[in-house]
């Protein structure tokens, strides 16, 4: 669990990081660099979770060694069965990372959501979703890791 008190936001308390694939932790179904060894570090506290659509069908070969669990959803109704997701961890314990329209409800309905504003740009209901954008993937998962800086974002 990652905890992180901040002022006029509350006291998170993480145990799950749930993330997009494509746009958010790859981009043309390819993992960015720096993306591997960051999620190592957090999986040694939080249980991570990809949920994707697998638009290119790579996730799984790219995660591969990667400790997390891999959800690959159904083409119709991405951005709710991402909300249900989240709801069924239970939202309060869960930070989310993403950048499509379809990611939305997960970052609105996780205790902590980030919208990534990477090569494949973010969706303007992603980033109106959101708590905090990050310029890149590493940039928000350094959040993470490194929770003083959320602190600094977010407390009013």
Do not use: W
């Amino acid at each position: 669990m990652r905890t992180c008190e901040i002022p006029d936001f509350g006291t998170l308390h993480l145990d799950h990081l749930v993330l997009d694939f494509n746009g958010t932790l790859a981009v043309d179904g390819l993992l960015l660099p720096g993306v591997a060894e960051r999620l190592a570090a957090l999986a040694a506290d939080m249980t991570l979770h990809v949920v994707s659509g697998d638009t290119n069908g790579t996730a799984g070969a790219q995660l591969h060694g990667v400790d997390c669990k891999l959800f690959v959803l159904p083409h119709a109704e991405q951005a709710r069965l991402k909300r249900d997701y989240v709801l069924a961890l239970g939202a309060a314990g869960v930070a989310a990372i993403g950048n499509g329209r379809n990611d939305a409800r997960m970052l609105h309905s996780a205790a902590l959501g980030i919208a990534v504003l990477g090569e494949e740009g973010c969706a303007a209901q992603a980033l109106a979703a959101a708590d905090v954008l990050a310029r890149s993937i590493t940039d928000a998962l350094d959040l993470l890791l490194h929770p003083k800086r959320l602190l600094a974002t977010l407390r009013a």
